[in-house]
């Protein structure tokens, strides 16, 4: 590796340097460590001798001028667009047309063009578009030239003869941020068909940054090699330091080591240590299991696939550091970024504690020879040497993004390295203050500071000094906020894991009461950095950082208004959770089932907060508005001991028709989880409760309930003598009769679908065949998506025991498709069950055991105790006995290996031969 040329040196100097908008050229060889390996460092340099010269050959013919070389990239600028391209053309020409010795024959550059502004600083480039220009060519392959959406546009049609440009859309690239891309196809010069080497072009939910990645640069080279090194490195430091974008961008830099996945685990809004190993399951796409402990799962899951598992927020559920050692004690390849305000003290953890970006040296603790370093002979300061600091140009390029002409001047870079100074370089306390820039002169911001800084000193002294700075920073921009505008982040702080503004209106407004429209206030409060949008399945939501939702949180309880919010937020949420329960058999189940997840985390702290105060006539009626959406969604576990905390409660026995309502979620979950004893007690419990309101309809359904704990037995339990005296059937059928009664198509269709099953658990399948067709035909009258796939999956099912393996085919495949498309994960995993059965049937062993093997390791999906429930339907293991005669142990254990190593979705694929 060298460094820029002696001639070249002695060329640049700043007044040579051109400004304005320039083009940036960045060019490296691809697979060049190979080849030094391959052909040894005389013979190498040889071939990047002559790499260079025809390089700089085509960079001189279009007047382009040499920044810099490092090892085998360049760095070039060009004064015009068309200039650069013609270049970069004649350059990717003269490689392709030279045969290299030594056997090599070409070599293969990749070459990235960007436009934007030269901004100059100790004599050479810096600022966000030279990084951007760097980060287009990473994006290349070997033999590509690739342009930024900024580039392309100035060639206005000026392309060399023989060139031609292909959109390959947008791209995130390292800096997390997106691109729209366009390759140049030359003549002359081989096309290379490999994709863009985007952050895309690997697994990962990376989430997407609307701001630049300024600065750290020392900080992201020390991580990237001390994660080379070891499995575990932690990122320490109070909040506001950076540690989460650091993360973020160490894990961008680093994710072509990973080629099976970069997965982001945003811990901040989970407060209870269990939560973390489902929390990593959900990212994952891994179905959480109740036989085995969620560690083991992922463990499992994870093997030996190189991950990298970026964990965000550790320190409010740091008790869940043991599940971490695990999980590395258990696999081979997984590492992990975290992120936490302190470290996890497992074995093998590296720690490295974020500073704050560099800031010039405090004026008043310097001597004369160091003020005179950052200044001229007048006092001004030096631009050029300001502008090295990471906190100075972060300050820069968050205050020019709320007020476009700002720029570091020598009238107010004394100021701007006041302000960053007196923030110790906390880049979100930088980032408060910036976002003032709009209002207020640096001069005046740094002013206030002082004062805010000044009186914080007396109150929080038992701080640390960088918290006390954050702190300071908040409360700061906090006070510069009017009174409305105060109230309204203060209520915005009842929100875990963001709002929409419909929420935030109906909980934060009205604008009568406000003093505000919500909408106006929170464009106020994005602008100065005290809430952040975000686009979320095409919809804005806004969320606060944790650091400051906490200072917000203290404000509105010391306001007096924290219960009365508190209450709002629990009873719309209680409210969005009841209608949604009311679409979750429809087709667009799957999009509330979405819009639930969204929610998860204020649907959570509704009920606790409903749970603690207590108000019975939110927390019940809410916990059981999302016991479908727990089944369906993986929080079975979860969901089972919320409501069990609940019904441990006193006053939840009141109301007895709020009692009945408790123990049928209850009831449901304990179905789910093939806990058919504890079913049984709840579903008797909320039978007994409605009989005595005498509401007919819910009675009916209760029996219904009631009727399945003499259908299906627990694991353990012989099923020969199952209901002898048919009280199941009774049950059924009072249940049915009540239906008729009332005309209830839907129920009376969920009566004759259990009769169905308790017949076809007795042996009976004729029978159960007609109740299920029948029952088919009473879901399709009412729209009830959900029970029409149960319905195809029984009818399935039946079929197959009865061998018409062809019409078992279609009502199996309609099933999985509706369960896939409602996004129904414990329906799914019974469905692959039935795929093994039926590949089994038409002779596919192997196939059959695959998905034998999928079933079996997606059983309990997230929490359903499924495995005894499949074995009951006994259709797979009497498939498994046959496969036992034909294929051996080992064969089937292969097989059933290549199944249980598939995600939920790629077994679902792989069932429905999808790609």
Not at 15 to 36: M, N, Q, R, Y
Not at 815 to 842: E, N, P, V
Request: hydrophobic share 45%; glycine share 8%; aromatic share 6%.
């Amino acid at each position: 590796m060298e460094g820029i040329a002696p001639e070249v040196r002695t060329q640049i100097t700043a007044p040579a340097l051109p400004s304005g908008t320039l083009t940036f050229l960045f060019t490296d060889i691809e697979g060049s460590t190979k080849l030094v390996q391959e052909l040894g460092p005389e013979s190498y340099g040889e071939i990047l001798a002559r790499h260079r010269e025809l390089l700089r050959g085509a960079w001189a013919a279009h007047g382009g001028l040499e920044i810099g070389t490092e090892g085998d990239s360049f760095f070039v600028v060009f004064t015009s667009a068309p200039a650069a391209v013609a270049a970069a053309v004649d350059a990717q020409r003269a490689l392709a047309a030279t045969e290299f010795p030594y056997g090599v024959g070409a070599i293969r550059v990749r070459m990235g063009l960007h436009t934007g502004l030269g901004m100059i600083s100790g004599g050479t480039y810096v600022g966000a578009d030279v990084n951007r220009a760097a980060r287009v060519a990473a994006a290349a392959n070997g033999g590509q030239v690739v342009l930024s959406s900024a580039t392309v546009p100035l060639l206005a049609g000026d392309l060399p003869p023989g060139v031609r440009t292909r959109d390959v859309g947008e791209h995130r690239l390292k800096d997390l941020r997106p691109e729209r891309l366009t390759i140049l196809e030359i003549d002359g010069v081989v096309d290379d068909p490999r994709p863009i080497r985007s952050l895309d072009s690997r697994p990962n939910n990376l989430p997407t940054q609307v701001t630049s990645f300024v600065g750290r640069t020392t900080e992201l080279a020390e991580t990237t090699a001390r994660l080379g090194a070891t499995r575990l490195l932690t990122l320490t430091g109070p909040g506001g330091t950076g540690k989460t974008r650091l993360s973020l961008q160490l894990a961008a830099a680093v994710a072509e080591q990973f080629p099976e996945g970069v997965f982001f685990v945003a811990l901040e809004p989970i407060r209870e240590p269990a939560l973390v190993g489902t929390t990593i399951a959900a990212v994952l796409g891994i179905a959480e299991d109740t036989s085995a402990p969620i560690g083991q799962r992922l463990s499992t899951w994870i093997g030996a696939r190189k991950i990298l598992l970026d964990l965000d927020n550790f320190e409010q559920v740091i008790e869940a550091a043991p599940l971490i050692g695990e999980l590395l004690r258990s696999t081979s390849e997984l590492k992990l970024i975290v992120s936490s305000r302190s470290p996890l003290r497992i074995s093998g953890e590296q720690e490295y504690p974020v500073p704050g970006l560099p800031t010039p040296p405090d004026p008043s603790a310097q001597g004369a020879l160091e003020r005179a370093r950052l200044g001229d002979d007048s006092g001004r300061a030096d631009l050029a040497a300001l502008s090295r600091y990471e906190s100075v140009r972060l300050f820069v390029a968050r205050a020019s993004a709320v007020r476009p002409a700002f720029r570091l001047t020598d009238e107010n870079a004394a100021a701007v390295a006041g302000i960053v100074i007196r923030l110790q370089g906390m880049p979100l306390a930088i980032e408060l203050a910036a976002a003032r820039v709009k209002l207020l002169p640096p001069e005046a911001i740094l002013e206030r500071l002082r004062d805010q800084l000044a009186t914080l000193g007396g109150g929080a002294r038992d701080l640390p000094e960088r918290q006390q700075t954050l702190r300071g920073a908040i409360a700061w921009s906090y006070d510069l906020l009017d009174e409305p505008a105060q109230r309204l982040l203060r209520r915005l702080s009842v929100f875990a894991g963001g709002c929409s503004l419909e929420l935030a209106e109906s909980i934060c407004g009205p604008a009568s009461e406000l003093g505000l429209d919500v909408l106006d206030g929170i464009e106020a409060l994005v602008d100065q950095s005290l809430l952040r949008s975000e686009d979320v399945g095409g919809e804005a939501r806004f969320r606060m950082l944790e650091t400051i939702r906490a200072f917000a949180g203290e404000q509105l309880a010391a306001s007096g208004e924290s219960d009365t919010i508190r209450e709002r937020h629990a009873r719309a949420f209680d409210a969005l959770a009841r209608e949604a329960a009311e679409e979750l058999s429809g087709s667009e189940q799957r999009t509330w089932l979405d819009r639930l997840d969204v929610e998860h985390d204020n649907l959570r702290a509704a009920l606790e907060w409903a749970t603690a105060r207590p108000d019975p006539d939110v927390a019940i009626p809410l916990g059981f508005a999302l016991w479908r959406f727990w089944q369906k969604r993986g929080y079975l576990i979860e969901g089972r001991r919320r409501l069990e905390h609940i019904a441990d409660q006193p006053w939840s026995s009141d109301d007895p028709a709020l009692r009945a309502r408790l123990m049928e979620a209850l009831g449901g979950i304990a179905w789910w989880q093939a806990d058919i004893l504890a079913m049984s007690g709840f579903y008797q419990e909320a039978l007994e409760r409605w009989r005595s309101t005498g509401d007919r309809a819910e009675i009916a359904n209760a029996l219904y309930n009631a009727s399945f704990s003499y259908v299906f037995v627990g694991p353990g339990v012989d099923a020969s003598n199952l209901d002898p005296d048919r009280i199941g059937l009774a049950l059924m059928e009072e249940a049915l009769a009540i239906y008729r009664e009332l005309g209830d198509k839907r129920g009376a269709g969920n009566a004759i679908w259990a009769v169905g099953n308790w017949h076809y658990f007795h042996q009976q399948k004729d029978v159960a065949l007609g109740n299920f067709r029948e029952a088919l035909e009473l879901f399709s009258a009412t729209s009830d998506e959900t029970m029409v796939a149960w319905a195809h999956r029984m009818l399935g099912a039946t079929l197959l025991r009865l061998d018409q393996v062809d019409e078992a085919a279609g009502h199996l495949e309609a099933a999985m498709r509706q369960f896939k498309s409602a996004g129904d994960t414990s329906a799914l995993t019974l469905a692959l069950d039935d795929y093994s059965a039926l590949a089994a049937a038409r002779g596919d062993l192997p196939r059959s055991a695959r998905l034998h093997g999928a079933a079996r390791a997606l059983a309990q999906s997230t929490g359903a105790n499924l495995s005894s429930m499949i074995d009951n339907l006994d259709v797979a293991n009497a498939n498994a006995e046959t496969a036992r005669t034909l294929m051996s142990d080992e064969e089937i254990e292969r097989h059933a290996a290549e199944g249980r190593a598939m995600s939920l979705g790629d077994a679902v694929a792989y069932a429905l031969d999808e790609p």
